[in-house]
C-alpha cells in the first residue's frame, strides 16, 4: 500500500518520538525494570503505528467519535503539526487498522494486544502480569521492523545504538521458531507413524476429518502437511483487491473491473498426524503467509448494490 503523505510533519514527528519512547524501554529492560519497560515500549509501538497510519492520512489516527479531530487533520497542511488536543484512536484500535494495511502481520499483532494491558497496568498500577519481557520485545522488533521498512526508515537510526541488539533478537527469533517448527514436525510426524504404521489412510478418511471446513473455501484452504504430506487444513480470511480499467472510474465495478482474491493464513491443523502450527511457524515449514486464489465468486466479495444476484 502507497503511503502519499508519508513525508507530512506529523508522520516524522511520530516517528521521531516512537524512537525516543523505544530507547527508553530498551534501556528499562537492558536493567531489568519491566514495568518502565512496558509502559515505554507500550508508547513508543502505538506512536510508529500511528506515524504509519497518518503515512497515508493523517485522518486514520483521529477518533471517530470526535468530528472536531476529524476535520482538522482532515483540512491540516503537510507541513504543520496540530495542537495536542485533538483526539486521536487508542493503541488497540491502531494496532487492528494496521492489520488491514498488512494482514500478513496478524499473528504478530494478535501477541501483541496483550501488551496493551501490561502497559496500562505498568501505567495506573505500576506493576504487569509478566515477568519474562523477552517475547514481548521480539515480537515488537518484528512489527517495529516491517513498519520501519515500509516507511524508508533506516532501523539503524531509529534504535541507535541499540540496533545491534535487535538485530540479535530478531536473528534469535528465527532460530527458535525454525527449532520449534522442526521440533513440532518431528512429533507430529511420530504420532502419524504410532496412528497408521506404514500404511496409508484413505482419501475417504482426510475427508471425514476435515469435515465441513473444506467447504468454507474462503476461511481453510486445504494443503499439503509438512510432516505427513497428508491433506492438512490451513485457517484465515480472505480480501477482494479490485482494479479498475483505466478510464472506467464511473463504470460499476462488477461490469469492467478485474479483482483478485488473497488468502492470509493463520494457522495449520493436521487431523490426521495432529500437527499444530501458527505465526511465524508457517514460513519456517515453507508454509506462506499469502497465496491467491483462483477459485473464487466474485459475487461473494462485491458488496456493492450494483452486483447482480
Known amino acids: 500500500m502507497s503511503s502519499p503523505q508519508a ?16 530507547g527508553v ?9 519491566i514495568s518502565s519497560f512496558y509502559l515505554n ?18 485522518v486514520l489516527i483521529a477518533d471517530p467519535k470526535s468530528f472536531n479531530s ?38 504478530i499483532l494478535i501477541d501483541l494486544k496483550q501488551l496493551v494491558s501490561y ?15 523477552t517475547s514481548d520485545l521480539i515480537n515488537i522488533a518484528l512489527l517495529q521492523s ?10 539503524e537510526s531509529f534504535y541507535e545504538h541499540f540496533n545491534d541488539l535487535i538485530e540479535d533478537l530478531v536473528d534469535k527469533s528465527s532460530d527458535r521458531v525454525r527449532i520449534a517448527t522442526s521440533a513440532a514436525i518431528a512429533a507430529a510426524q511420530a504420532e502419524y507413524r504410532r496412528r497408521y504404521g506404514d500404511s496409508i489412510p484413505s482419501p475417504n478418511l482426510e475427508e471425514a476429518l476435515n469435515g465441513t471446513d473444506l467447504e468454507y473455501r474462503y476461511e481453510s484452504q486445504p494443503i499439503e502437511c509438512p510432516a505427513c504430506q497428508c491433506t492438512a487444513l490451513l485457517f484465515g ?17 462488477n461490469s469492467n473491473t478485474a479483482v483478485s482474491v488473497f488468502f492470509y493464513a493463520d494457522h495449520l491443523e493436521c487431523r490426521l498426524c495432529g500437527l499444530s502450527l501458527r505465526g511465524a511457524s508457517l514460513p519456517a515449514s515453507g ?6 486464489l483462483s477459485d473464487f465468486d466474485i459475487a461473494d466479495f462485491d458488496e456493492s448494490d450494483d452486483c447482480a444476484d
Not at 513525508?7 to 523505544?22: C, D, G, V
Not at 501505567?123 to 519481557?133: L, N
Open 7 to 22: 513525508n507530512n510533519r506529523l508522520t516524522k514527528n511520530l516517528i521521531r518520538t516512537a524512537s525516543e519512547f523505544t
Open 25 to 33: 524501554a530498551l534501556e528499562s529492560y537492558a536493567d531489568s525494570r
Open 41 to 58: 515500549a507500550g508508547i513508543g509501538l502505538e506512536h510508529l503505528l500511528k506515524a504509519r497510519l497518518c503515512s497515508i492520512s493523517p
Open 70 to 107: 476529524i476535520l482538522l487533520l482532515a483540512q491540516m497542511p503537510d507541513d504543520e503539526i496540530p495542537p495536542p488536543i485533538f483526539q486521536t484512536i487508542s493503541v488497540s484500535e491502531a494496532l487492528t487498522r494496521y492489520q488491514t494495511i498488512n494482514p500478513s502481520m496478524k499473528p
Open 119 to 133: 502497559r496500562n497496568g505498568a501505567a495506573h498500577i505500576g506493576i504487569t502480569a509478566r515477568g519474562d519481557a
Open 146 to 155: 516491517c513498519i520501519l521498512k515500509e516507511l524508508d526508515v533506516a532501523r
Open 237 to 253: 480470511t480472505s480480501e477482494a483487491e479490485w482494479s479498475r480499467a483505466s478510464g472506467s472510474e464511473d463504470v460499476p465495478r
Open 287 to 292: 508454509i506462506p503467509y499469502e497465496m491467491e
